[in-house]
């Protein structure tokens, strides 16, 4: 009988410390200690530095919404503190570590560097209890940690369906509460252009309106008909920026080139080798506005089915100008070092057909139109880098020579990625096969999808440093990221549906060593993760 109790005792004991217990991503260490730390409304939030006020803020903002409270800010308390100091070069952590310490007189936070006080505050808030209260008791722990990847992104495209402020902002939310530090915003596309560029009025008042959207899975089965529109003016990027930046995530704005300009053409046609011929379009998936415009002389119109079109860019002199133009409104918005230029799904057709990219591969002496688009990247890398800006671009840009300082995105698979880290260029791995949370969840996915099959475990289990790269090579692979194409992502729900929960997979695969992975740990922490998904109210997949 004695033994049958001291035995439950240490089941409920160790089922306590399960439940106090789960971190994700995996910290570098964890002890735990014996005793708790209760967080009220009466606890001091000691912020000593200025640097961490955006911390103290995010705190408080998540305690506020969450939990119903906010704690005081002070400058120094002995007892029931929470305690953010920022320092540089302590125990040899890197920029973005920290340490954490919570006893029953509080908790102390110290990041080497103020991004590492926020991340050791993100740990913070993954130790609060999963259930709605005004006392929040806390495990005592000692944790020291820090990433693994310098690089620990997601995206999101905009461009097939346009996402209010509020969810981006949410979205940007949902990246630092898992610890990630890049937000690659995909801002144009053929279905819609999302961003105002002054100079060029038409891009938002043509370019971000289309008339409908296939009906189900491509080729569709008809139009819907339904107007599908919007944008984000000058004034709301840089309010999105700033919100990052106190989340210490950067912005990386995407302006696709040479593909995917479907929607810029309609707004120019000169953009195009061909502005006198209409957009394509099947006849039984387009809209009956669409139909009446081209009937009526329109040739342009903004795509409505997705997949790839053979209407890109024409690499004249208009054209170059234009996007010059266009990244120098850019750069002003999005402080960024990185400027993401696509370059990726660039049929060749039209050059093919097109006197004058036929007459410009001869004269540059470029070997053919895989040449001709080294050479359109190139152009465009030269003037982003006189910006003092870095060019990245999927992996396509390798097609016919590498532009001299561009970081290759590696989407097809890893080759790419393996190729550039090879030549010594800087490498984001984002393989189809393990991160697009575009793919379906489970092989019966009731909802519809783009397809593929991406279970939570192939996410976990992804390792972003390939085999074949030796130990100096594997130094070019700056992280990876995860990339939500929203063809079949209408809503924020949605969308919150396919990324979760394998964006929390992802950031364990991105920031824990791979010494502190481990799957069946990580299966018991993600059922309280869950429990932080519904206090969010955010959607998820359930099954």
């Known amino acids: 009988m004695v033994k049958s109790f001291f035995f439950s005792l240490l089941l409920c004991t160790t089922l306590s410390f399960a439940q106090e217990v789960n971190i994700i991503p995996q910290p570098v260490k964890v002890v735990r200690n014996t005793g708790n730390f209760v ?9 000593t530095n200025k640097e961490d006020n955006a911390t103290a803020a995010f705190l408080n903002g998540y305690l506020s919404n969450y939990y119903g409270f906010v704690l005081p800010v002070t400058k120094k308390a002995s ?5 953010l100091t920022s320092k540089t070069n302590i125990d040899g952590l890197k920029s973005e570590g920290y340490t954490l310490k919570s006893d029953k007189n509080g908790v102390e936070i110290t990041g080497n560097a103020a991004i590492g006080t926020f991340y050791g505050m993100q740990t913070l808030i993954q130790l609060l209890p999963v259930e709605k209260s005004k006392s929040l008791a806390i495990a005592a722990v000692e944790v020291q940690d ?8 997601a995206m999101l495209d ?7 402020v509020a969810f981006v902002k949410k979205y940007i939310d ?12 995909h801002l144009t596309e053929d279905q819609g252009w999302r961003i105002e560029i002054k100079k060029y009025p038409k891009l938002t008042e043509i370019g971000s309106k289309r008339n409908g959207s296939i009906i ?10 339904t107007p599908e529109g919007g944008f984000y003016t000058q004034e709301e990027v840089k309010d999105i920026v700033k ?21 810029a053409i309609a707004a120019y046609p000169e953009l195009s080798c061909f502005p006198n011929e209409k957009t394509k379009l099947p006849d039984t998936m387009i809209s009956a506005k669409s139909k009446e415009e081209m009937a009526n002389g329109r040739n342009k119109i903004v795509q409505e089915t997705w997949g790839v079109h053979s209407d890109v860019y024409v690499p004249s002199e208009y054209t170059f100008k234009f996007l010059q133009d266009v990244i120098d409104e850019v750069v002003l918005l999005f402080p960024s070092k990185y400027i993401h230029v696509g370059g990726d799904e660039a049929p060749k057709d039209a050059w093919k057909r097109s006197e004058f990219c036929q007459q410009l591969i001869k004269e540059k002496g470029l070997k053919d139109e895989h040449g001709l688009q080294s050479y359109f990247i190139q152009r465009m890398e030269k003037y982003i880098n006189g910006k003092g800006r870095t060019l990245i671009g999927w992996d396509e840009i390798l097609e016919g020579g590498l532009a001299p300082n561009a970081v290759v995105m590696s989407w097809r698979g890893e080759e790419g990625g393996i190729a550039a880290a090879k030549e010594n260029h800087q490498v984001i791995m984002t393989p189809g096969s393990h991160v697009y949370l575009d793919h379906s969840q489970t092989k019966n996915e009731k909802e519809v999808t783009i397809g593929g099959y991406l279970p939570i475990e192939t996410v976990y289990s992804y390792e972003p440093i390939p085999k074949e790269l030796n130990e100096q090579q594997a130094k070019y692979v700056l992280g990876a990221q995860g990339n939500v194409w929203t063809e079949y992502m209408a809503n924020p729900a949605k969308v919150e549906y396919m990324i979760f929960p394998r964006l929390s997979a992802l950031s364990e695969v991105l920031w824990s060593s791979k010494e502190n992975k481990n799957w069946s740990g990580f299966q018991t922490k993600i059922e309280t993760m869950k429990k932080r998904y519904t206090i969010w109210g955010a959607n998820y997949y359930k099954e």
């Open 39 to 47: 967080i009220t409304s009466q606890t001091s939030l000691i912020v």
């Open 79 to 83: 007892k029931n503190y929470i305690k």
């Open 146 to 153: 820090e990433p693994r990847f310098a690089y620990r992104g």
């Open 158 to 164: 905009v461009g097939r369906h346009y996402f209010p």
């Open 174 to 185: 949902y990246l630092a509460l898992h610890k990630m530090n890049y937000f690659h915003w």
């Open 216 to 225: 189900g899975s491509y080729p569709g089965k008809g139009s819907d008909n």
């Open 243 to 263: 919100y990052a930046s106190d989340r210490f995530i950067t912005v990386i704005p995407e302006i696709e080139m040479p593909g995917h300009g479907g929607a």
